[in-house]
């Protein structure tokens, strides 16, 4: 009886693990293999040892590029989660006309990133975009968003606060889950709006936190689209944009593997990325030890 | 308990629950109407861009380059629409991204439902072991994976078709996986259990039990994969060569390479494409952002 159960859980989680086999685990040894090979797609791959690897070292496009993405994780993740945690406590908040506005703030998620990416190149227009009309009305400077290399990563972020849909979604369910009877308690006790948030929500929800940051960081890494499309000039894709600030990692490695077929070195990229991943969320999980609190422990 | 209370326990509800209705004091009156200002506020944010996405597609070249920039416009016109069905085939994009999308629906629907029902509803040694694969697996970036299949379609020549996109389709996906486990594991197993003893075979109770409970998840993951297909660039950038062939974020793309800053066409075109997602959205939207707190994940 055990044994056949195990068949028949084999058998019903078949078409998964026969996938897995297909698309990534033999992938992801090939990829092992092709990145100690200069491989062009045309000639057979030739064996380089440790060669791609050593390039990447003194490759200073490679640093930038890496560079580029650190820098929208480090800065991005964070202020785009902190946008929607702000738009969660708001979606949370009891008036009639509630769906309404979840809506409002859900709806850019939905539209196709092509779309979204080429809509904020006309809002970021230097001369003739809304945004910068309206810092012009606030008083503002208005940067060159999209030509000035120190700006192109801020409006990648910029881009990247409308469509926290999804985060603020899964923010919203987490602070349903918290017993309303702990605020109770604590307004009894005298505390005021930002102690209840900051010592019953903000430990309630923690788990909720350490798993989008992790997310959103290990999407973030893979950042390409926004990029590619935000640097994209006519007849001239994969650009990198002003001094190759839009660089990011994910646009590299598309460059030379993709652009100019150098698929062992951009094999070697990818095993890079994939330690980078491991070693940020390890981090992570490290760092956030002692800062996360799990009910029922 | 019935089996529908269970499930409905089991999805918690971000929009279920009527707020409760204040009492009009004074002092609540104004907390209220700080609420609406700040909801307002919010809200106005995010939709501003789809204002101005709309506004300029509606106005001739003359009125979009105005400085300052400016919402209204004395002379709408629909030209911009008209420009952007004469540079590119349109229905003939939105034709492809369908069809990729509804192959990846019917793929995704049963592949990860199938996987879903090993992992929530078989008891079997190794299983949660083949859980913990699965969500790694999400992990993985892209990237690592993405050079060796494309050298594997490119040798057996099936680049430049749309097997690539939809083949991996017919073999579940992590993040559909997790979150149909997740839902089965709501369905009681008593209700499974009396029909295993009533000699019914596990395919049988997945396909007459377990998947009609389940019809919220599946909606949800029907819209997701739907979504994913429709607005997925890189793939199609990737394996798609003829025009002929294009997505409409391909066909979008290539036409801002051939006539780059034609901002009206543009944004027409940009609207255009995002219409059917948002309606599939308005419609499906309960489900929708039920899945996404299940997973965690868009």
């Known amino acids: ?297 | 308990m019935r089996a529908s209370d269970a499930v409905a326990v089991a999805i918690r509800s971000p929009n279920g629950i009527l707020p409760k209705v204040e009492q009009p004091t004074l002092r609540r009156a104004s907390a209220l109407a700080a609420r609406y200002l700040v909801l307002c506020g919010i809200a106005a944010l995010y939709l501003f861009p789809f204002v101005v996405v709309v506004s300029t597609s509606l106005k001739p070249p003359t009125e979009i380059f105005s400085l300052p920039p400016r919402l209204g416009s004395n002379h709408w016109t629909l030209d911009n629409y008209r420009a952007a069905f004469e540079a590119m085939p349109f229905w003939r994009y939105l034709f492809n991204t369908a069809f990729i999308s509804t192959v990846t629906v019917i793929g995704q629907l049963f592949s990860s439902s199938i996987v879903a029902y090993s992992l929530a509803k078989i008891r079997w040694r190794g299983r949660d072991a083949l859980l913990i694969l699965i969500v790694a697996t999400m992990m993985l970036p892209p990237q690592v994976t993405m050079i060796p299949v494309y050298i594997a379609w490119n040798r057996i020549g099936l680049t430049g078709t749309y097997l690539p996109l939809l083949v991996p389709q017919f073999f579940g996906n992590a993040f559909f996986i997790f979150m149909l486990r997740q839902f089965f594991r709501g369905i009681p197993e008593e209700l499974l259990d009396s029909a295993r003893l009533d000699g019914a075979s596990e395919l049988r109770i997945y396909w007459s039990i377990v998947l009609p409970l389940a019809r919220p998840a599946l909606v949800a993951l029907a819209i997701f994969a739907f979504m994913w297909a429709w607005t997925d660039f890189l793939l199609p950038l990737i394996y798609i060569n003829d025009p002929q062939q294009y997505t409409l974020s391909i066909g979008l793309y290539s036409f801002f390479s051939e006539h780059g800053v034609a901002w009206g066409a543009l944004m027409a075109a940009a609207t255009l494409m995002s219409a059917p997602l948002i309606v599939v959205f308005l419609f499906g939207q309960r489900q929708f952002l039920q899945g996404i707190a299940f997973t965690g994940i868009k």
Do not use: C
Request: charged share 10%; no cysteine.
């Open chain 1, 1 to 297: 009886m055990a044994h056949r159960s195990v068949y028949r859980g084999l058998l019903f989680a078949s078409p998964w693990i026969v996938g897995f086999l297909v698309f990534q685990l033999v992938p992801i040894i090939a990829s092992a293999y092709y990145s100690f090979t200069n491989f062009n797609l045309f000639q057979d791959p030739q064996f380089v040892g440790l060669h791609n690897y050593q390039r990447l070292t003194s490759d200073d496009l490679f640093w930038k590029s890496l560079f580029n993405t650190v820098y929208l994780t480090v800065f991005g993740v964070p202020i785009s989660l902190t946008a929607a945690l702000v738009a969660a406590l708001a979606l949370n908040m009891r008036v009639r006309g509630q769906w309404f506005f979840r809506t409002v703030v859900f709806l850019p998620t939905v539209v196709p990133v092509v779309a979204a990416t080429y809509i904020w190149r006309w809002l970021l227009n230097g001369q003739y975009g809304f945004v910068n009309e309206a810092l012009a009305a606030a008083h503002l400077g208005q940067p060159l968003w999209l030509d000035d290399p120190p700006w192109t990563k801020p409006a990648l972020i910029l881009m990247s606060l409308w469509v926290t849909g999804s985060a603020m979604i899964v923010f919203l369910a987490a602070l349903q889950d918290v017993p309303g009877i702990y605020y109770e308690a604590a307004t009894i006790d005298g505390a005021g709006m930002w102690a209840r948030f900051r010592h019953i929500t903000i430990p309630l929800i923690s788990p909720v936190i350490l798993f989008e940051t992790i997310i959103a960081g290990i999407f973030t890494l893979q950042y390409f689209t926004q990029a590619y499309l935000l640097s994209q000039t006519r007849f001239n894709a994969a650009s990198g944009g002003p001094e190759n600030s839009l660089l990011v990692y994910g646009l590299y490695l598309f460059q030379q593997g993709f652009v100019n077929l150098n698929m062992g070195y951009a094999s070697a990229m990818a095993w890079v990325l994939l330690f980078v991943a491991l070693a940020g969320t390890l981090l992570l999980l490290r760092l956030s030890r002692n800062r996360v609190f799990y009910a029922g422990e």
